[in-house]
């Protein structure tokens, strides 16, 4: 009796890893390391990777998983992020000037005090981004969807 009792636990913890949400994956640390090592790192799962401060300029990240990234005051001026999903990314007073971040989903991500200067936000998501004092001068905005500039700088 007490052994199928244990067994029934052990299955159900065992099944129960295999139908959890898919937000809680974390960032591959072999991508976080290619990533601090090459600053190239493209379609990589980065999700809720601690990034904040890094030297990121210039980095190739086209259509990398950045959702929930701590990228606060991180330099990713003239990154490549194209097709990059950022969404809830915390972006606080990054450099982003002239960062390539057309398509790329910022719903909801924390953008105050970003430098977006020159930046290319065509046709990105950007329904409930906070740009509160994000510098947006000379950025493109075309096609942008939800972008609110209530407190940016233009």
Same mark, same amino acid.
């Given at each position: 009796?007490?052994?199928?009792?244990?067994?029934?636990?052990?299955?159900?913890?065992?099944?129960?890893?295999?139908?959890?949400?898919?937000?809680?994956? &974390?960032?591959?640390?072999?991508?976080?390391? $290619?990533?601090? #090592?090459? @600053?190239?790192?493209?379609?990589?799962?980065? +999700?809720? *990777?601690?990034?904040?401060?890094?030297?990121?300029?210039?980095?190739?990240? /086209?259509? *990398?998983?950045? +959702?929930?990234?701590?990228?606060?005051?991180?330099?990713?001026?003239? *990154?490549?992020?194209?097709? *990059?999903?950022?969404?809830?990314? #915390?972006? /606080? /007073?990054? !450099?982003? +000037?002239?960062?390539?971040?057309?398509?790329?989903?910022?719903?909801?991500?924390?953008?105050?005090?970003?430098?977006? /200067?020159?930046?290319?936000?065509?046709?990105?998501?950007?329904?409930?981004?906070?740009?509160?004092?994000?510098?947006? @001068?000379?950025? $493109?905005? +075309?096609?942008? $969807?939800?972008? !609110?500039?209530?407190? &940016?700088?233009?």
């Amino acid at each position: 009796m007490k052994i199928s009792v244990v067994m029934c636990g052990l299955v159900l913890l065992l099944s129960s890893s295999f139908f959890l949400p898919t937000s809680v994956q &974390a960032a591959n640390n072999t991508h976080v390391k $290619k990533l601090k #090592e090459t @600053k190239k790192c493209p379609r990589c799962n980065l +999700r809720g *990777a601690r990034l904040a401060g890094l030297r990121l300029s210039r980095a190739k990240l /086209r259509g *990398a998983d950045l +959702r929930r990234a701590k990228l606060r005051g991180t330099n990713l001026r003239g *990154a490549d992020l194209r097709g *990059a999903n950022l969404s809830n990314a #915390e972006l /606080r /007073r990054a !450099n982003l +000037r002239s960062a390539r971040l057309s398509g790329a989903n910022l719903s909801r991500a924390n953008l105050r005090g970003a430098n977006l /200067r020159g930046a290319d936000l065509s046709s990105a998501n950007m329904q409930g981004a906070d740009l509160k004092g994000a510098n947006l @001068k000379g950025a $493109k905005l +075309r096609g942008a $969807k939800g972008v !609110n500039l209530t407190g &940016a700088i233009r």
